[in-house]
């Protein structure tokens, strides 16, 4: 395994090469936090880098990490402890922001623009978003709002993330790791332990309810989708909310029953083999003997924290599947 690292000067205008100790974690999650890296080096007479230095990670050829250093501390071993993040980092920022008729790809976009962030291939969401007011909040939650608005109106989950040093934004689809007939598969061979869990007690509704104060006809407007047959399994499992103006009430009312009426599936995976085209939002297959079951389909990567040690690559995952939830 070839593992280079490399780390900027203040100014940008050197790079090096530092002897790493104890390896390499580069952790990503699916939603509200960035990229992470973090790593030990030796300090030395010519390593020479501060807060704000770029950070450049490749794993045999593979761009893995783009991003900048954040925090370091040392110890009395003259070890560095090293946090970088990469560009997601930024939008931990506040701000307000008013906007209409645009789709998320339209907001990341401008949302870039303003704070100057490098944009990569940013999938068309296609969802209109009539109008929004965001006051006072990250622009992570901004964005986050406006993929949560796509996926509960049209069933269609987009994936945002950093892939090395540029915003992009994929649809669910264009994350499958490997091709027909290759996809990087899951088992008992390739993952040391693993914790499963199903459940109906949190992301679960049989019954969706949503209501719109029409001020034109002076009424409140109702619109449910249930599953009679779930409902007399699991009992009633409301979830309500309210529309803002624009909306296809029925339509979404639809679109949500179908997203959240099932079981949630979570899956922890500790060690498994590593896999650089692994990362937060990816969909891996995953096929896994349970005792009275057996696992056997894509589940959809939340957390990704890959390990690279003494020439050795390892992963741990938190994998959801049975249902696509924002």
Known sequence: ???ELLIGNEMGTRAFLPAVEEGIEWQTDRRGAPGKLTFKVLTDDV???S???AVRLRVDGDEIFYGFVFKQSRDKDRLINVTA???LRYLKNKDTIVYENK???QLINMVAADYALRVGEVEDSRFVIGSRVEENTSLFEMIENALDQTLTNTGELYVFYDDFGKLTLRHMSRMYVGRPGAYLMIDEETG???DYTTSIDEGTYNKIKLTYDNEKTGYRDVYIAQDTGNINR???LQHFDTLNEGENGQAKADALLKLYNKKTRSLKITNAMGDNRVRAGSLVMVCLGLGDMKLNHFMLVESCKHIYRQGEHWMDLTLRGGEIVG
């Open 47 to 49: 390593l020479d880098f």
């Open 192 to 194: 040391e332990n693993y």
């Open 51 to 53: 807060e704000g230095s």
């Open 1 to 3: 395994m070839d593992v």
């Open 234 to 236: 699991w009992g009633v």
């Open 103 to 105: 789709t998320a790809s």
């Open 85 to 87: 993040y990469d560009q």
